[in-house]
C-alpha cells in the first residue's frame, strides 16, 4: 500500500535549521509530486509548498520563500524538507503528502514534531 | 493569495443528524477543492477531491458539492467515528486550507 514514513521528532534552538525527511513506497514515486504542511498546536493546516520529482520543480509558500528549501532524491524515493531561521513560532507538526492529479493530498505523513525551545 | 473561509468554526450535532460545513473561497476555483478529516493526533484523511468526488473507501454519508466560490460538504447521518475536524482546501492556485470546523457531540 501507499505508504509516508517521514523521520522522527526534532528539537532546536531558535536561529537553527531543521531537516525532515520523507519516505515514500508503494507507487511509482516520480509520478506524483510531495507537498508539505505545517499545523501548529490547536491550529489549523498551513501549506508550505511542494516538489516535483519528476524534474526537481518546487512552489513555496509566500511566507516561507527564502526559508524553506525542499528536495528530491529519486533514487531513495525520499523528500526533504530544510526549514532555516527557526523561532518559537514554528514550532509545529510537519506533515509530508502525495499531491495527486489537480492538487489535492493523499496519503499523508504521519507527521514530524519540531519543537523550538532555548 | 487565494482565501478560503470555513463556516462554523465549530457544529455541535447528534449521531443520525444530517449536517452541513460551508467552504468559501475569495475568487472563483472552479471545481478545485478537496475536503479532510482529521482526528486528535493524527494526519488528515482525504474524503473528497474535485468537489464531489468521493475517495475510495470514504463512507457514502459523505458528500461534497458546488463550484467557483461556495462549497459544502454534507454527512447525511452522523456517526460516532465522525466527531472530528474538517478541512476544505483548493487547488486551483497552489494550495489554501479552511481554519477547519470541530465537529462536536451534542
Known amino acids: 500500500q501507499v505508504q509516508l514514513v517521514q523521520s522522527g521528532t526534532e528539537v532546536k534552538k531558535p536561529g537553527a535549521s531543521v531537516k525532515v525527511s520523507c519516505k515514500s513506497s508503494g507507487y511509482t514515486f516520480s509520478s506524483y509530486g510531495i507537498g508539505w504542511v505545517r499545523q501548529a498546536p490547536g491550529q489549523g493546516l498551513e501549506w508550505m509548498g511542494w516538489i516535483s520529482p519528476y524534474n526537481g520543480n518546487t512552489n513555496y509558500a509566500q511566507s516561507f520563500q527564502g526559508r524553506v528549501t525542499m528536495t528530491i532524491d529519486t533514487t531513495t524515493s525520499t523528500a526533504d524538507m530544510e526549514l532555516r531561521s527557526l523561532t518559537s513560532d514554528d514550532t509545529a507538526v510537519y506533515y509530508c503528502?502525495?499531491?495527486?492529479?489537480?492538487?489535492?493530498?493523499?496519503?499523508w505523513g504521519h507527521g514530524t514534531l519540531v519543537t523550538v525551545s532555548s | 493569495d487565494i482565501q478560503m473561509t470555513q463556516s462554523p468554526s465549530t457544529l455541535s450535532a447528534s449521531v443520525g443528524d444530517r449536517v452541513t460545513i460551508s467552504c468559501r473561497a475569495s475568487?472563483?476555483?472552479?471545481?478545485?477543492l478537496a475536503w479532510y478529516q482529521q482526528k486528535p493526533g493524527k494526519a488528515p484523511n482525504l474524503l473528497i477531491y474535485?468537489?464531489?468526488s468521493l475517495e475510495s473507501g470514504v463512507p457514502s454519508r459523505f458528500s461534497g458539492s458546488g463550484s467557483g466560490t461556495e462549497f459544502t460538504l454534507t454527512i447525511s447521518s452522523l456517526q460516532p467515528d465522525d466527531f472530528a475536524t474538517y478541512y476544505c482546501?483548493?487547488?486551483?492556485?497552489?494550495?489554501?486550507f479552511g481554519q477547519g470546523t470541530k465537529l462536536e457531540i451534542k
Open positions: 503528502a502525495r499531491v495527486r492529479a489537480g492538487g489535492w493530498f493523499d496519503p
Open positions: 475568487q472563483s476555483i472552479s471545481g478545485s
Open positions: 474535485k468537489a464531489s
Open positions: 482546501q483548493q487547488y486551483y492556485t497552489y494550495a489554501t
